[in-house]
């Protein structure tokens, strides 16, 4: 594995597929693959594009605003660098992808269906990350 500087980043997983992902959030862009043959955005970052097989994309930065599609409400295990309950939420972001991520430092009983939330970048120990919080 090459070193954070060469990466751009700090993540424990580097690979072609998910370094500028980690490399945006360093810089506090929310992107994701846009195929650049079909035009389908996806996330998780993945080498080839479920609509059309292509393995050519491109990086598209999100605006950062959704409505949560679902959520869950974590208990246990807890998860390092988490507090417990720790809300998690699938969120239809405004360009129609999905993206699954923390609602920590929000109130569970808050969230619910159809809540519009946004995104807000913070750093967990020396990796940059995003959580949303509603809107």
Request: charged share 20%.
């Amino acid at each position: 594995m090459s070193s954070a500087a060469t990466k751009g980043h700090n993540a424990p997983c580097s690979n072609r597929d998910f370094d500028f992902f980690y490399r945006g959030l360093e810089a506090n862009r929310l992107l994701v693959q846009r195929c650049a043959d079909c035009g389908t955005l996806r996330s998780l970052p993945s080498p080839g594009c479920g609509a059309c097989g292509s393995l050519d994309w491109n990086e598209c930065e999100l605006a950062g605003d959704g409505m949560v599609h679902s959520y869950v409400i974590h208990h246990h295990p807890p998860l390092p660098g988490f507090a417990t309950p720790l809300p998690i939420a699938l969120v239809d972001m405004s360009e129609g992808v999905r993206i699954l991520g923390a609602m920590d430092e929000t109130d569970p009983a808050t969230i619910t269906a159809g809540l519009r939330v946004k995104v807000e970048f913070v750093r967990r120990g020396d990796i940059a990350a995003f959580r949303f919080r509603g809107a």
